[in-house]
């Protein structure tokens, strides 16, 4: 792993402390039951990820027994699915799938890619001072990856190198620290660096991008073995993202209700209606969990970027997508 680990100032590391990441060998020493449902989560828990806490909350209090487990990086949590330590990961590994044609698939859409790629301007001003310079992106293979791979194929640079560093907030942390100048966060973070960065931070202009940045994807034995639980976790998601996006005040309410990121710091708090209100303004979490449209929109941004191989418009959508258990999810709520 390449990531960083990045010294904080006594301010910053309170607003940006992370939770414990449990290591693989912990998953392993895990009692699970037959039928439980591991999912590998590759971040850090922050405010983004709430509505899917949220979700699996409700699916256990309708018999599911999932078991949420967070590693250093996306690369590590597909490793565990690959590797059948884990039944589901979230991330977008269209590159992994068709690399090693491993027997996973994606089953729903959780987010769409709005990240704002921003320099410190004291350093940079536009696309093309980054040329042979280093970036921060969360993981490899992310979407955070492509974007930042697809702009520089645009403006005709070249990076350096390509940091991994997990966690939007991870990575403001890093800037308004001064130890990465160049990277790619979420709205959340971006206001962040606006009201802690002394006018420091600027964004770079990014037109014409629509793809996924996180799905929740699974082994395809698990799906064919437990085709209940996928079903019902499915419809939670659906439910937990049109109740927020329809009046994003109440995941404040949700977070209590299920005690969840009970170590958030408060400016991070502050952030949590306000994230949601702009991320229903702007169609980040997908009130249909994602369709073939949406999958073909994806191949043709991770082929720019170069994460996947071949000419888009002839790749089989059910080579990396499993469209099945959403479809039942839909039909059972609408």
Do not use: C
Request: no cysteine.
């Amino acid at each position: 792993m390449n990531a960083k680990t990045q010294p904080q100032s006594r301010g910053a590391s309170r607003m940006l402390r992370k939770l414990p990441v449990v290591a693989l060998g912990a998953l392993l020493a895990m009692p699970m039951s037959a039928h439980a449902m591991r999912i590998a989560f590759g971040d850090v828990p922050s405010i983004e990820s709430l509505n899917l806490l949220v979700a699996i909350e409700r699916a256990k209090e309708r018999g599911v027994d999932a078991n949420l487990t967070h590693f250093d990086s996306e690369d590590v949590a597909a490793q565990a699915v690959v590797g059948q330590e884990a039944d589901m990961g979230v991330g977008a590994p269209y590159a992994l799938i068709q690399r090693v044609g491993t027997p996973i698939r994606m089953v729903y859409q959780l987010s769409t890619l709005q990240f704002f790629p921003v320099v410190n301007s004291e350093r940079y001003q536009g696309w093309e001072d980054l040329d042979g310079e280093t970036v921060a992106v969360h993981s490899r293979g992310s979407g955070t990856e492509a974007l930042m791979r697809l702009m520089a194929d645009k403006h005709g640079i070249e990076y350096a190198n390509i940091s991994y560093v997990p966690g939007s907030e991870v990575r403001a942390g890093g800037l308004l620290q001064g130890n990465i100048h160049a990277s790619i966060v979420d709205s959340a973070s971006w206001r962040l660096l606006q009201d802690e960065g002394g006018g420091q931070f600027q964004r770079l202009p990014v037109e014409d991008v629509n793809a996924t940045d996180e799905a929740l994807y699974a082994s395809q034995e698990y799906v064919e073995n437990n085709p209940e639980d996928v079903r019902i976790l499915m419809e939670e998601m659906l439910r937990t993202w049109r109740e927020i996006n329809e009046n994003p005040e109440v995941v404040a309410d949700l977070r209590d209700e299920y005690d969840l990121l009970p170590d958030l710091p408060s400016q991070m708090e502050d952030e949590l209606v306000p994230f949601y209100r702009d991320s229903a303004e702007s169609g980040l979490f997908p009130n249909d969990g994602g369709d073939a449209e949406a999958v073909q929109a994806d191949l043709q941004f991770y082929a720019i970027g170069g994460q996947i191989e071949g000419d888009p418009a002839e790749l089989d959508l059910e080579n990396f997508w499993n469209f099945e258990p959403l479809q039942q999810a839909r039909q059972n709520l609408d």
